[in-house]
């Protein structure tokens, strides 16, 4: 049995025409919400790595700092300082403050 296209009424084009548009828009904008998930899921994972090493760095300077700075608590400075004249506020002792 063969389909003859002549037999269809021009409306019956413009109707699978409309079904076949219909379906490519379908199918393109289901590919771009597709890519729009894969997107937002490797721009979350990225940026769960970058803040992962921008945490990691911070604790790393806090750490050192807070080492650093307890080790110059520690350290004894030797003799006392002197008085000295501040040249523009007047007189002011200098004084060495150490970690209490």
Request: overall charge negative.
């Amino acid at each position: 049995m063969h389909f003859d296209f002549t037999a269809l009424d021009s409306a019956t084009y413009v109707f699978i025409g409309t079904l076949l548009i219909a379906a490519l828009l379908v199918a393109f904008v289901a590919a771009a919400a597709f890519a729009a998930i894969i997107l937002i899921g490797a721009m979350s994972t990225a940026w769960y790595v970058v803040k992962g090493v921008l945490v990691t760095l911070v604790h790393g300077i806090n750490f050192g700092w807070d080492r650093l700075v307890h080790h110059a608590g520690q350290v004894e400075i030797p003799g006392d300082f002197q008085a000295q004249i501040a040249p523009s506020t007047g007189s002011y002792s200098r004084v060495a403050l150490k970690d209490s």
